[in-house]
């Protein structure tokens, strides 16, 4: 019998590491205690899977250390301190932990509410400390009857709601990604329009960290908010801005926050905690005791699997062993994943469907290229919590209905795949091939032909085919010194155009509405890869 190394590199809770001693094809090793870099890395030097948590860099001098290494688990739902994009090159898999801590995120969400409308740490510390009994100065507020913003409708964001309910609030969600019958179905209303969060008494959020969250609440969303806001953060850092946060609890236009995320970490600086008005924790996320003991047993389970090689779950990166696909599929499933995200970009919304199209020899892998189409699509607004292995799950938990097809190969190229995106807004399909050498390239978007790289910032402007649009484009850019970098055309025969230009530089809300507004303009939109 062969004998597997599983090194635990951090400390979880006794019933993870427990489980391993059912397993005498394991041999597990407790480097919970090993100081980080030289003595660590002399431990995982055969190890065929580690287990993680975020003091334990996994960077490439980690890796370069542990030659065996099979698969990395990440005892909880970040993997900041992962370099899967190093993990992946070396063909180890990488996973997480995302659930585990649902109901602990969910219960730290309301601890804060209610010491918020209380003031219930202030009262405590002048009792207990100060050994000073004023009830006047404590007059709090009820969560009843008040009404609650939950930005985030997902595994978190929805369980708060239903327990919102429960203190009997009036609750309202933002999140374009989700059916509004999500909410509804729960007695929660929906809305589109972000200001009416914002019009909200209690401001939570709950949704990953992307391009399109961090800093999602800064200086112009609380100058809308209600005077005496209240706002809770038990997500992740840098979703609020803390510059604007700061100087809305100063200025008492946000009554009070409660924050257990900050965007830097540990916070011991953080100028918020000079502040009376804001009860903070360490990141608590999910630190429960069933919080940790889910945590330590699902990684243990999970390294169980993966060093067997039986299974990977919650795998975040490229779960086909290069060695059992054909050397062209990988740039293929690349591709895929990219059209799938760009095309989430351009047509944002609730999803109706996610359809994959694949011409040529390459159509053999479709259901490969299905799964990576899923897991671009749903990228963009569910981050980490989407991978390769629950991607389909995701999708049809949601109602999003995912199709393939194979056809016979007229695109004139060796082969061709598209990404045909259905929400309830618009259609989007975006058509792609590998060019030798492996080059990506994008050869159509929605009929438009065009040669484009998947890759940087770039604007899609539609418009009517008439004189002078393209100069007009330039001036608005070049008037906001952003510089184009490439500037490719699609013509059709009903009098439409349809422009991609990848700029250098970052395109906001400002430039887009000044696009928005040229007379010629039918749609535009901005998407980064």
């Given at each position: ?372 189409a899923v897991v671009g699509a749903l990228k963009d607004s569910l981050g980490e919590s989407v991978n390769y292995v629950n991607a389909e799950y995701v999708a ?72 002078g649009v393209i100069g007009q484009v330039g001036m608005i850019l070049a008037k ?50």
């Amino acid at each position: 019998m062969s004998i597997k190394k599983v090194v635990v590199c951090d400390h979880i809770h006794q019933k993870g590491l427990e489980l391993f001693k059912k397993e005498p094809d394991i041999e597990l090793i407790n480097a919970a205690d090993t100081p980080k870099g030289e003595p660590l890395y002399k431990v995982v030097k055969d190890a065929d899977v580690v287990i993680t948590r975020s003091p334990t860099p996994i960077d490439e001098a980690f890796l370069e250390s542990a030659k065996k290494l099979k698969a990395i688990v990440r005892a909880g739902v970040g993997v900041d301190n992962i370099n899967i994009e190093e993990c992946s090159k070396r063909g180890i898999i990488v996973m997480n932990v995302p659930t585990a801590n649902t109901i602990a995120a969910v219960e730290l969400t309301f601890a804060h509410m209610l010491s918020c409308v209380r003031a219930f740490p202030y009262a405590h510390n002048q009792l207990k400390i100060d050994r000073v009994w004023k009830r006047e100065n404590w007059l709090g507020t009820e969560l009843k009857d008040k009404k609650l913003g939950i930005i985030g409708f997902g595994n978190i964001g929805s369980r708060v709601g239903i327990r919102a309910k429960a203190f009997e609030m009036d609750v309202i969600t933002y999140d374009p990604y989700i059916a509004p019958q999500k909410a509804t179905d729960l007695g929660i209303k929906y809305t589109k329009n972000f200001d009416d969060i914002l019009a909200c008494d209690i401001i939570t959020i709950h949704t990953p960290k992307n391009k399109e969250t961090i800093n999602m609440i800064g200086k112009k969303e609380i100058e809308k908010m209600k005077d005496g806001v209240i706002l809770i953060n038990c997500a992740r850092g840098g979703l609020y801005n803390e510059d604007a946060l700061y100087e809305g609890l100063k200025s008492k236009k946000i009554r009070f926050a409660g924050i257990d995320v900050f965007s830097k970490e540990p916070a011991t600086d953080n100028k918020l905690l000079d502040l009376d008005n804001v009860t903070v924790t360490p990141h608590l996320g999910a630190n429960t005791i069933e919080s940790q003991e889910k945590i330590a047993t699902q990684a243990a389970f999970a390294a169980i699997e993966a060093v067997r090689g039986s299974s990977y779950p919650n795998a975040l990166n490229l779960p086909i062993k290069e060695n059992e696909i054909p050397s062209f599929v990988k740039p293929y499933l690349e591709l895929t994943q990219k059209l799938g995200y760009l095309g989430a970009q351009i047509n944002k919304g609730v999803f109706k469907s996610i359809k994959i199209i694949a011409q040529g020899e390459i159509s053999s892998f479709i259901k490969s290229l299905t799964t990576f189409a899923v897991v671009g699509a749903l990228k963009d607004s569910l981050g980490e919590s989407v991978n390769y292995v629950n991607a389909e799950y995701v999708a049809k938990e949601r109602g999003i209905e995912i199709k393939s097809d194979t056809k016979p190969n007229s695109s004139g190229y060796k082969n061709k795949i598209s990404v045909k995106i259905t929400t309830e807004n618009d259609v989007i399909e975006i058509g792609g091939t590998i060019f030798e050498e492996g080059v990506q390239r994008v050869v159509e978007i929605n009929n438009f032909a065009l040669d484009i790289e998947p890759k940087g910032k770039m604007i899609l402007f539609k418009n009517t085919d008439v004189p002078g649009v393209i100069g007009q484009v330039g001036m608005i850019l070049a008037k906001h010194s952003i510089n184009i970098a490439d500037f490719r055309l699609g013509r059709d025969n009903h009098g439409l155009a349809l422009a991609v230009i990848i700029v250098d530089d970052e395109v906001d809300q400002k430039v887009l509405k000044e696009l928005k507004d040229l007379k010629a303009c039918i749609s535009v939109h901005y998407a980064s890869l």
